[in-house]
């Protein structure tokens, strides 16, 4: 639920723009285009430094407080929001919102991992994504349809909701554990389980989380991470991983989408012509889509070749979409559902793999001393890079123009293609030492000393 309030919040600016901006503005004067850039930008300033201090928090105090903590900023910013509509207030209000949303994107994936069981740890994994999705679904459709101080008091309400909701939820198994409570932690697992709480399976868990702390005390420290050369690689793959999410071109993609349908519009080949709410209404759709087929695939294809034909999707959608902006730039139009189509197509792959699994992939990588260590720096990371692509997209397709941008987009995509074969192992249903012996190469050296016993032989 922080991450279904941080869609809405991301999503909000869209159905309300011209408004704010229009003679009608709820504000004493309408808003500029430097106040707007500044309200959708602001979030991702002040999220990186609540990844910090949430993911260290998450440590000291438990994921559930945290999670509590992170429902509290975002529940004022609303607030605020309800209470003014000044610019300073607006801008303040998405600071709030975006430092409760930084929280809830280091802590929530930690949750989900620690109480789901393997079998199901993609699927859940993916939710985050998911409910990202149904954040701006929800308020692109309630900013079509309902009244601007309406719209604000629903909104207000997820996060409360939330705070409440979360209050009846346990901490997770291996948090107990770390603080002692064998005796709850098998309570716990039981309720998530739906088994009895003296049930053998249960009691095997137990042990094994147990034995997991006492070979790894989980606190924030880079330091520690740095020390260890295979989850140095580890982190370094998953980085390049979440930043390929970054780089992928799907957040601009959403920032253009206007014009592609705008532009799409007037060719007479095609009777599309849709307003900006109902634009986001149906991109929207499409993200809800990919990412109900990932919560469907992931742990049946697995989280790499998931990402791998996501990332070819991507790709091609891209390239394609460059093409029509180079063709349009000459002169030469192709027809007007293609840009739609290409659109479409990348935003539905963006959801169902690039944007999911590397979430669902950092929590698999690491053991939990060092998940809220990874968690913290690479959101962290990722946020700050949101931050700067929102500012740098406009002066990019200034400089070298729409049709090369999309294409260094595309670009990204395909190399990640081979990245993810060569270099990132697969994580579905594996333990820390498989994986990390695959990135150390040891099993491809296994293979080939078998190969060469059974020729000796």
Not at 90 to 105: K, P, Q, V, W, Y
Not at 173 to 193: D, Q
Not at 194 to 214: F, G, K, M, N, Y
Request: proline share 5%; glycine share 6%.
């Amino acid at each position: 639920m922080p991450i279904l309030a941080y869609g809405t919040a991301m999503g909000w600016i869209s159905p309300h723009k011209a408004l704010l901006m229009g003679d009608s503005s709820p504000s004493i004067e309408p808003l500029t285009e430097e106040d707007v850039s500044w309200m959708a930008s602001i979030m991702f300033i002040f999220a990186p430094i609540a990844v910090f201090i949430y993911g260290v928090a998450a440590d000291k105090f438990g994921r559930k407080n945290a999670l509590l903590c992170a429902s509290v900023p975002i529940l004022l910013g609303w607030v605020v929001k309800l209470i003014s509509s000044h610019p300073i207030a607006l801008i303040t209000a998405r600071a709030l919102i975006g430092f409760g949303s930084g929280g809830g994107f280091v802590v929530c994936p930690l949750y989900v991992k620690e109480i789901s069981e393997d079998s199901i740890r993609g699927m859940t994994g993916t939710f985050v994504i998911f409910s990202q999705t149904v954040g701006n679904l929800v308020v692109f459709v309630l900013g079509d349809l309902l009244p601007y101080n309406t719209v604000l008091w629903i909104l207000l309400a997820i996060p409360l909701i939330h705070f409440f909701i979360l209050l009846r939820l346990p901490e997770t198994p291996s948090y107990l554990i770390k603080c002692g409570k064998n005796e709850e932690t098998a309570k716990v697992l039981g309720w998530l389980r739906s088994l009895p709480h003296t049930d053998s399976a249960i009691s095997e868990e137990v042990d094994r989380l147990i034995i997991e702390q006492t070979t790894c005390e989980p606190k924030f420290s880079p330091k520690l991470l740095f020390a260890d050369k295979t989850a140095v690689k580890a982190f370094w793959v998953t980085l390049i991983v979440n930043l390929t999410r970054e780089f992928c071109g799907c957040i601009a993609v959403l920032v253009y989408a206007s014009h592609i349908f705008a532009a799409a519009g007037k060719d007479p080949g095609t009777s599309i012509a849709l307003s900006p709410n109902k634009q986001s209404i149906l991109l929207a759709a499409v993200q809800i889509i990919g990412s109900f087929v990932a919560c469907q695939l992931v742990d049946r294809a697995g989280r790499k070749p998931l990402l791998t034909v996501t990332s070819v999707v991507a790709g091609f959608s891209m390239c394609l979409l460059g093409v029509w902006f180079y063709l349009q730039s000459v002169g030469s139009m192709l027809p007007g559902w293609v840009p739609i189509v290409a659109l479409c197509t990348c935003i539905f792959a963006d959801a169902s793999g690039l944007q999911p699994l590397p979430y669902v992939i950092m929590t698999e990588m690491f053991n939990f001393q060092l998940r809220g260590t990874v968690a913290t720096l690479i959101m962290a990371i990722s946020l700050g890079t949101d931050f700067a692509l929102l500012k740098l997209f406009a002066p990019l397709n200034n400089w070298i123009g729409y049709h090369s941008t999309f294409w260094v987009f595309s670009f990204i995509c395909l190399a990640n293609v081979f990245y993810l074969i060569f270099y990132v192992p697969e994580t579905k249903m594996r333990n820390l030492e498989d994986i990390y012996a695959d990135l150390e190469g040891k099993k491809r050296r296994k293979k080939e000393e078998d190969i060469v016993e059974t020729i000796h032989v």
